[in-house]
């Protein structure tokens, strides 16, 4: 089954607008781990955000905020006033168990996103 | 800022030939991982390392991978007799396990790997 779900396979949004990459999950896991994560086309995998399963407030970095909505097992990713350098692949990714666990991390199909200038 | 390095950055190598990918986990780091992504797919687990024993591992890391922390640094993958769906971009990963609520998993920039 499916565990990570990114609908939106490429987007296009004008440069200063702000965007949101939607992300549902699926566990039977109380304590488990958000993560979003944006791949250049450089191909490195670059850390943008964490969200863990029992925090309270939705989780932001900068620019970047998570949407996190635990009763419909959304954690969506707003960035605002986007930027040209913001065009990637981004995957929304899961870890299940607490927030220590070393469990492996399970990913997305992602999300190509596109900023027009 | 301390990072993941990884070696080399792109390998190209013969069906049927040994390569070995090479990473340098994060200095206070536990656990090690490895990742790979098929061009235009989505990444997959590999395999977990903990205390030099392989914690957990996927379908796909069968007998022609094999892990090693060769020293107190490397972490090493190997692929014994690589195939033409081996090539992949290949990320190695690692996280403190220090407790805190933003232990995550910090990956390598990757090494892309071609089996001609």
């Known amino acids: 089954a499916q565990k990570i779900t990114q609908t939106q396979p490429g987007m296009f949004v004008q440069e200063k607008e702000a965007v949101t990459l939607d992300c549902t999950y699926d566990?039977?896991?109380?304590?488990?781990?958000l993560f979003w994560y944006k791949q250049p086309s450089s191909g490195e995998m670059i850390f943008l955000i964490y969200?863990?399963?029992?925090?309270?407030q939705n989780a932001t970095e900068g620019r970047y905020s998570l949407n996190f909505q635990k009763a419909r097992k959304s954690a969506n990713l707003v960035i605002s006033a986007s930027q040209l350098g913001d065009s990637a692949m981004y995957f929304c990714?899961?870890?299940?168990?607490?927030?220590?666990?070393?469990?492996?991390?399970?990913f997305g199909s992602g999300t190509r996103l596109s900023i027009r200038p | 800022e301390p990072e993941v390095t990884q070696t080399p950055s792109h390998q190209v190598t013969q069906m049927g030939q040994e390569v070995i990918l090479r990473c340098v986990p994060i200095?206070?780091?536990?656990?090690f991982y490895w990742y790979r992504q098929i061009l235009g797919q989505k990444v997959e687990f590999l395999v977990s390392?903990?205390?030099?024993?392989?914690?957990?591992k996927s379908e796909i890391f069968d007998d022609q991978f094999s892990v090693e922390r060769p020293d107190g640094s490397n972490f090493t993958l190997k692929i014994r007799s690589t195939k033409l769906e081996d090539s992949a971009m290949y990320f190695c990963a690692s996280t403190p396990l220090s407790g805190r609520v933003t232990d995550t998993q910090y990956f390598g920039p990757g090494t892309r790997l071609t089996v001609l």
């Open positions: 200095s206070n780091h536990l656990y």
């Open positions: 390392f903990y205390n030099n024993e392989i914690s957990e």
């Open positions: 566990t039977s896991d109380q304590s488990y781990g």
């Open positions: 969200q863990g399963s029992y925090d309270e």
């Open positions: 990714a899961m870890r299940e168990g607490g927030y220590s666990s070393a469990s492996k991390i399970i």
